[in-house]
């Protein structure tokens, strides 16, 4: 098992490394100044991101294309490290398109639209032209156990008619959002994993109203601000119905393999600057007649956090490379390694979580201040473990995939009775 960079993932590597701190970086402060303070666009976004397509740094997440399909069709695996470098700042995904959650929706058209609905809805996501979003979870049912989601998706006629409401829809509440994939109930009398379908459902539809604009923990995502929706007799053309009647859960896993594994590499992103942070800040200050950094506890959480982000990262590379090498990138790939996947997904936002809650004790009270980007890590690290299932679920399912080996059973008289 090889993790070393192969030579044309160091390549864009290097490319992306030096795009980045050429055209991005040095817009962050301006970005901060427009989005953060003022709540307005960012006015050089197009530029940059006519600049990253020209530059071919364009859909960089995106393994399967079509050919005329603009992208570079990278592995898992050669994506990661280009991943890492886009996730040191919140906002950098969307130069180069490879924003949540218009990459998983991307790949959930990729693998379950028709054509039409790839020309019309997987086009524009694909050119920048339009951003969307998903709408899964629900504000009056645990949305962990998924069988429970209740919107309502009836067939009438030659429509579909939608009753509900969704919240914490990540990018539902942007302004250019066009349109959003809703997960709801079709058939309540099948089997409960059948019972539910996706249907792909335009944001200017008569009855969809954005009841309120989100925030987690205080905090913004400002890329793909978060919406609660209501929709109201909602009425769109059966041709929307994404994959069949009854395939939501596995339009929904679709999305959410790739989801989990892109948030979790530009996690590892994150705390990569989070430890720069806190070596810089702890060398700058004194306490005591000596500097920070000189402390033994101050020196203990730096190495313990650069000791977890490596594990962190192995363990992202491992399931990126389990997935290239399964062939595929969509529903098999993601149900194949799905112990994998969900490892990770437990794994990487604790690591997070611990690493900005150092490095906010070594900022002291300007780690929790605007100045910085620690609190909103320690914000996104903590949604992380309930966004695209919760912890509890991962480990459950981690657990039912665990075997216990037969030696076990026969030196043990009390499992073996127990278990005979």
């Given at each position: 098992?090889?993790?070393?960079?192969?030579?044309?993932?160091?390549?864009?590597?290097?490319?992306?490394?030096?795009?980045?701190?050429?055209?991005?970086?040095?817009?962050?402060?301006?970005?901060?100044?427009?989005?953060?303070?003022?709540?307005?666009?960012?006015?050089?976004?197009?530029?940059?991101?006519?600049?990253?397509?020209?530059?071919?740094?364009?859909?960089?997440?995106?393994?399967?294309?079509?050919?005329?399909?603009?992208?570079?069709?990278?592995?898992?695996?050669?994506?990661?490290?280009?991943?890492?470098?886009?996730?040191?700042?919140?906002?950098?995904?969307?130069?180069?398109?490879?924003?949540?959650?218009?990459?998983?929706?991307?790949?959930?058209?990729?693998?379950?639209?028709?054509?039409?609905?790839?020309?019309?809805?997987?086009?524009?996501l694909l050119d920048a032209e339009t951003r969307s979003a998903f709408g899964m979870t629900e504000p009056d049912v645990a949305s962990s156990d998924a069988t429970n989601i209740a919107t309502t998706i009836r067939r009438d006629g030659d429509h579909y008619l939608i009753n509900g409401r969704k919240w914490f829809i990540t990018g539902a509440a942007h302004p250019r959002c066009s349109f959003l994939?809703?997960?709801?109930?079709?058939?309540?009398?099948?089997?409960?994993?059948?019972?539910?379908?996706?249907?792909?459902?335009?944001?200017?539809?008569?009855?969809?109203?954005?009841?309120?604009?989100?925030?987690?923990?205080?905090c913004e995502d400002h890329v793909a601000p978060i919406g609660e929706l209501a929709f109201d007799n909602v009425r769109v053309p059966v041709e929307n119905l994404l994959g069949e009647e009854g395939?939501?859960?596995?339009?929904?896993?679709?999305?959410?393999?790739?989801?989990?594994?892109?948030?979790?590499?530009?996690?590892?992103?994150?705390?990569?600057?989070?430890?720069?942070?806190?070596?810089?800040?702890?060398?700058?200050?004194?306490?005591?007649?000596?500097?920070?950094?000189?402390?033994?506890?101050?020196?203990?959480?730096?190495?313990?956090?650069?000791?977890?982000?490596?594990?962190?990262?192995?363990?992202?590379?491992?399931?990126?490379?389990?997935?290239?090498?399964?062939?595929?990138?969509?529903?098999?790939?993601?149900?194949?390694?799905?112990?994998?996947?969900?490892?990770?997904?437990?794994?990487?936002?604790?690591?997070?979580?611990?690493?900005?809650?150092?490095?906010?004790?070594?900022?002291?009270?300007?780690?929790?201040?605007?100045?910085?980007?620690?609190?909103?890590?320690?914000?996104?690290?903590?949604?992380?473990?309930?966004?695209?299932?919760?912890?509890?679920?991962?480990?459950?399912?981690?657990?039912?995939?665990?075997?216990?080996?037969?030696?076990?059973?026969?030196?043990?008289?009390?499992?073996?009775?127990?278990?005979?």
């Open positions: 098992m090889d993790f070393a960079f192969s030579e044309r993932s160091e390549t864009w590597r290097t490319r992306l490394q030096s795009f980045f701190e050429r055209e991005v970086l040095q817009r962050h402060r301006a970005w901060l100044d427009h989005v953060v303070a003022r709540g307005e666009a960012a006015p050089f976004m197009d530029e940059l991101q006519q600049k990253a397509r020209a530059a071919g740094l364009w859909n960089l997440a995106l393994p399967e294309l079509a050919p005329d399909e603009p992208g570079t069709r990278l592995s898992n695996l050669e994506y990661a490290p280009l991943a890492e470098i886009m996730g040191r700042l919140f906002w950098a995904s969307e130069v180069f398109n490879c924003q949540a959650p218009d990459v998983p929706n991307m790949i959930a058209l990729q693998n379950c639209a028709t054509p039409a609905q790839k020309q019309r809805w997987l086009r524009p994939i809703v997960l709801g109930r079709t058939n309540p009398d099948v089997e409960r994993t059948r019972q539910h379908s996706c249907v792909i459902v335009p944001m200017a539809a008569s009855g969809v109203r954005l009841v309120r604009r989100l925030r987690w923990m205080g395939d939501g859960f596995r339009v929904a896993q679709v999305r959410l393999g790739p989801a989990r594994i892109h948030h979790c590499m530009r996690s590892i992103g994150l705390c990569e600057l989070l430890i720069e942070l806190m070596m810089a800040r702890a060398a700058e200050r004194s306490a005591f007649g000596r500097p920070v950094i000189q402390y033994d506890t101050v020196q203990r959480w730096i190495a313990e956090s650069r000791v977890e982000l490596e594990q962190a990262r192995l363990l992202t590379y491992r399931c990126a490379w389990l997935l290239d090498r399964s062939g595929h990138h969509g529903a098999d790939s993601a149900m194949k390694n799905w112990r994998d996947v969900s490892l990770i997904k437990v794994a990487v936002p604790v690591v997070l979580q611990r690493i900005a809650d150092r490095a906010l004790q070594v900022f002291g009270a300007m780690g929790g201040s605007d100045d910085t980007p620690i609190h909103q890590a320690l914000a996104w690290g903590r949604l992380l473990r309930i966004g695209d299932g919760p912890d509890e679920v991962h480990l459950r399912q981690i657990f039912k995939m665990e075997t216990m080996p037969p030696w076990t059973i026969a030196a043990s008289p009390y499992l073996a009775s127990r278990l005979a």
